[in-house]
């Protein structure tokens, strides 16, 4: 079974307000990328990608006037892919919803969300990933109320093999430090936001080790805005939120695996992987990032998987494949990642 993670840029202004698509000659918000363009070339990558279930980052905006799932289906039954049927969990105010597109004759999928609403008693579940986790984000012996901007969407699956897992889609808040004119707002937005960030990924943890300790396969996948060298206060903590959700420093039976995290983050080589790849205005060059990541538990490691970043210049099988190449460039800033386990 082939399970993918991808992050759309701006899927939701392919449609139109009332959700239909539009494959059309305008803009897209791709830059010099046309709607029907970036369409197509999505259309390209998933048929591609060939797997059976994608978790989706940056959806289609769900609100009252138009449907996540009815505008992924559609999306899918323009270009005949597998994929076919769409699963969204909690609805965000981000216009950047987080769902699946699967493949309904492998697997079967359903939104099933766990832990308690508020703030849990000791020794019970984490909160539900729509409610509020409390941590002292300044250490300051005050609690702090932390939310998600885009609640993970939790999932459990069994392949059409009958073999039961879960998985996790995560899109973490960016570290960006939005609203800041001086360099001092800079400074302190950034180092709050990182404070933020790292908190829902110890909230997250929370759950991973629920999963584990249950004896439950699991997949945690998605965008977590987190990597090495992304900005100058990462050394400011201990750790990453990456690492904190892998449980690096913990026992191997409690660990996630991502070996491009393992890579990066090890820095036992000089070339790093990467997922996104950015234009930046003021230097006139591209920055690229590994921000993508399939975590999987430590039984499902040992089914010796196979993960894939779908690079157009780092993968030959992609390069050298000059549609694909060019249809991964256009379709968003972001690259699929795939993970190949027998399930």
Not at 59 to 66: C, E, K
Not at 82 to 90: D, H, P, S
Not at 189 to 217: D, M, P, T
Not at 227 to 255: A, C, H, T
Request: proline share 6%; glycine share 6%; hydrophobic share 40%.
């Amino acid at each position: 079974m082939r399970i993918a993670t991808y992050n759309v840029e701006w899927f939701t202004n392919l449609f139109d307000k009332h959700g239909a698509l539009l494959a059309d000659g305008e803009w897209s918000s791709r830059y010099n990328v046309t709607r029907a363009d970036q369409l197509d070339s999505l259309g390209i990558v998933f048929t591609a990608m060939d797997a059976d279930a994608v978790m989706i980052i940056e959806a289609p905006d769900n609100n009252r006037h138009r449907k996540t799932v009815q505008m992924l289906e559609a999306f899918a039954a323009r270009y005949e892919l597998r994929t076919r049927k769409a699963l969204l969990g909690y609805e965000n105010e981000t216009q950047q919803e987080i769902a699946l597109l699967y493949d309904p004759d492998k697997l079967t999928v359903e939104h099933d969300p766990i832990g308690m609403p508020e703030q849990p008693i000791e020794g019970m579940a984490s909160p539900r990933f729509d409610s509020s986790y409390r941590i002292d984000l300044n250490i300051d012996a005050t609690l702090d109320l932390v939310r998600f901007s885009k609640p993970p969407l939790e999932i459990a699956a069994t392949s059409v093999a009958g073999k039961s897992f879960r998985m996790i889609g995560v899109h973490v808040k960016s570290k960006a430090p939005h609203g800041a004119s001086t360099e001092a707002q800079v400074r302190r937005l950034a180092i709050e936001n990182r404070r933020k960030q790292l908190a829902q990924c110890i909230w997250l943890r929370e759950r991973v080790l629920e999963h584990l300790q249950a004896g439950e396969s699991l997949i945690v996948l998605g965008d977590f805005n987190d990597g090495p060298g992304l900005d100058e206060y990462e050394n400011l903590f201990g750790r990453s939120g990456v690492e904190i959700v892998l449980g690096w420093d913990e026992p191997r039976e409690k660990r996630l695996y991502d070996p491009h995290a393992r890579v990066a983050f090890g820095k036992k080589l000089a070339a790093m992987p990467s997922t996104a790849r950015f234009y930046l205005d003021d230097q006139g060059a591209y920055f690229s990032a590994l921000l993508d990541y399939v975590m999987v538990s430590p039984d499902l490691r040992t089914l010796s998987p196979t993960w894939r970043i779908w690079h157009p210049f780092d993968d030959t099988r992609c390069y050298c494949v000059p549609e694909l190449r060019e249809a991964l460039l256009a379709a968003s800033d972001h690259f699929p990642v795939t993970v190949d386990l027998p399930l």
